[in-house]
């Protein structure tokens, strides 16, 4: 009983010389230091401790809240993380809108690795043989949201849209996003008596941009106009804006013209690969381990004969550079997406048609 007086007595005359205004916070300090030191010294105790303990309390006091979109995040790396290639398979949809002449709201299927086996005829001659078809099964879905009327009917290749990415589970939680904001066709066809003039559109491009659930910036795929205007090509940039990857084929005549590949066999007897290259040298780079020694691309392939001539769908697959990100495997999955809604989708490159 006499120390704890001591004590109390020692706490008040230190306070009104040191903290004239003490706070809340101070006084449960000053208590918790002064109580148990009945045998220490006074002094020592009051003078030593207040500190720590006053920063210790209150942290310890809550518990730490998780930052927004962390578990999304970590499931964007749980499924991305490990695969080298996806297989991104559109599905027939809207032949009613088609033949209207509206376009239908596109819909992919994504599965990890090869997921067909006749791949092998046109993927895998002379580098070792295809890996077992769809050795991931279906890792995602993709169905694009954008409004019917108008910009599906009468401007369907400069629409605004969005893409959100589900992984197919109980709950469909979305992986990540893709947003394409409103922009001008990549070219311009001109009907006239003498022919058709093709015009490449050399401003507002479409670009596509890929969010995490949070709604932050993981990456961007930004359709290119240059010198070389009739060659498809994007280039991607990390989520500070700067350049990653150039996406194109190979080219010929000094680089004005897209060059086409031989198949061995099967399938599409011909098709363009779009490499994807340093952004400054332009060189082709290494694709990891699982793309059996392919270099990094992005390929359309050929989705057989009933897809190919009832419907518009098309099939690809991405293989992705070595030791990457999953937020940089995001934003090829833009890219892969922007292709398709550029060069493949419309079959003109998503142009504008004018009648003169």
Known sequence: RRAAERSAETGLRLY????????????????????PSATATPMTTTTTLPVATATAMPIS?????????????????????????VSVEQTPRGCIQECLGCSARS?????????????????????GGPPAADSFGQIGHMLEESPFFPDRCFWSGMRKLQIPIRVPDQNGEEMM?????????????????????????C???????????????????QYVCDQYLFVPK?????????KQYLVRPDTCCAGCCPVCECGSGGGNCLYMPFYIRDPITKAKLEA???????????????????????TSA???????PAGISSATKGALLGATALLDFTVFEEKQGGCLIVQW
Not at 314 to 320: E, P, Q, T, V
């Open 16 to 35: 009104p010389m040191a903290m004239p205004t003490a706070t809340a916070t101070e006084m449960t300090t000053a208590t918790a230091t002064a109580m």
């Open 61 to 85: 006091a809550s518990k730490p809240t998780a930052p927004i979109g962390v578990p999304l995040s970590e499931t964007m790396e749980r499924v991305l993380g490990p695969l080298d290639v």
């Open 107 to 127: 819909e992919f299927i994504l599965y990890g690795g090869y997921r067909e086996g006749r791949m092998s005829h046109n993927i895998f001659s002379g580098v």
């Open 177 to 201: 996003s893709l947003t394409k904001d409103f922009s001008l066709p990549t070219h311009c066809i001109v009907h006239g008596d003498n022919g058709d003039l093709i015009i490449p559109m």
């Open 203 to 221: 401003c507002c491009l479409p670009a596509m941009k890929t969010l995490a659930p949070d709604g932050t910036v993981a990456g961007k795929a």
């Open 234 to 242: 994007i280039k991607t940039y990390d989520a500070d804006g700067n």
């Open 288 to 310: 990891g381990p699982g793309a059996k020694g392919l270099p990094a691309q992005i390929r359309n392939l050929w989705p057989g004969m009933k897809k190919e001539c009832c």
């Open 314 to 320: 098309d099939h690809y697959f991405i293989a992705f």
